[in-house]
DNA sequence: TCAAAAGTGTTTAACATACACCCATGA
DNA sequence: TCATGGGTGTATGTTAAACACTTTTGA
């Protein structure tokens, strides 16, 4: 086995014979499941595809690595930034799952690396950069039955969705789609929007507020919107959430796939 | 933007401007940690590098996508069986990540996507089929601070492990390391071996026969090893618990590394 | 003074933990 | 009849769910 003078070529012999072959090589591309809550509901970045295959339609952002020595998770922020305008820095970035299908792409073989980003419904609205038109959707409007997006997208927002649902249970994440400061019921809403039912204020607060290191008040209340001033807090240190939030049981959130 | 005549290669241009350029294409592997409970021991399956780089090193199971049309779910599969003399049928294979650093492998530009897999203590003690040499090995001593894999498959053992101790608490997976039919006590160990620490037989024994569709009583029991006989099970159609088995707070198991 | 939103207290049920105790077998 | 492991019962604590009630603002 040895390595060519390009970089990232590899060529070499399987581990149980010593007859050469070429090993064979495939297109790298990252896409990116962007999600917020804004306007009650939980949306996604889209961005119109502006090339074919599936030209014009809605697609995840995503693109192919920069080059052979490109690092995935760099390539996946960079995509973030170019295509819709977000920093990775200080954002919740973390990959979701790789799909590998042989006719997942027509142009040929292709696989990519998905991520999903958590981030606060004030951020960049609509991207500046370089993507054609980005925009934030509702993501019950695109997983509808006939709705359809490029590629196998809608298949990958499904199961990007579903991660949102399950990390909120065990995990603060939740805040990471509230502004720097908010108050417990934007918290709430934030929960109730991404699982799609609601929950009981008086005990979601008093739980919330009981989980050592997730909530740090500022001291600080919000005013003037008819009603008691409600009481500002920021993300305090914890990742993990004990005791955990569990959905409650009962009606379903409209769409979503399983995953293993 | 087209396609070459040689399938999966693809050439063609950004989304933002019409200049060509050739899509960088990478190596892509697959590899597999294989998870079974031995001799009261979590063990992975490990074999011998024949070849250079890391030749005569242990490293996970694994090699390179056989064409470029191979689905890379079936690319695991196939390693399991050509590596392990393992069916993938019937057992469980889950995707646990993709590793794609720029220098973790040597040869050049290689991105791995790696899977677990949970199999009964029975299975094929050592295996058959075109490894080296494959054989079982407790993670605890591969784990240690000293102990080296090949490439970056510490880690990635690391990765496997926390996820199969996380797994065991919100699934019912932990029967999938058992014969297919058990009994509680063999149940109850696999969890006291893979978390590390023992749990109350007769809370343990009323919990996990409490929960629906987890246990299919045969009808038959056990005999012959002093003391009551136990009832025999078969698992049941539940893939997740509930309520959930949630590990004990107190002395952390051996070794382990954090995911997102 | 009333509506609206924030936050507390209280009750009840579900579930976990600890452990006493009984059951069924082999030696 | 004793040792061994299987299995049930019961007391006690912790957390969740439901909801009555108090607090603090704007109109």
Known sequence: MRVDGRPGQVTGSDDTSDEAWEIPLVALAVDLAVLTVRDGALQVMLVERGIEPYRGMLALPGGFLADTT??????????????????????????????????RDPRGR??????????????????GGDARAAAWT????????????????????????????????????????????FTVTELRQVYETVWGQELDARNFHRKVTGVADFLVPTGTRTSGQGGRPAALYRRGPAHLLHPAMLRPPGPKPPAASRTS
């Open 70 to 103: 490109e690092d995935v998770d760099r390539a996946a922020a960079r995509e973030l930034a170019e295509e819709t305008g977000l920093d990775a820095a200080g954002l919740h970035l973390e990959q979701l799952r790789t799909y590998g299908e042989p006719g």
């Open 110 to 127: 292709v696989v990519t690396v998905c991520y999903v980003a958590f981030v606060p419904g004030l951020a960049a609205p609509t991207a």
């Open 138 to 181: 509702p993501v019950d409007a695109v997983l509808r039955p006939r709705a359809e997006l490029a590629f196998d997208h809608k298949r990958i927002l499904a199961d990007a969705v579903e991660r949102a649902r399950s990390k909120l249970e065990y995990t603060t994440l939740a805040a990471t789609f509230c502004a720097p400061e």
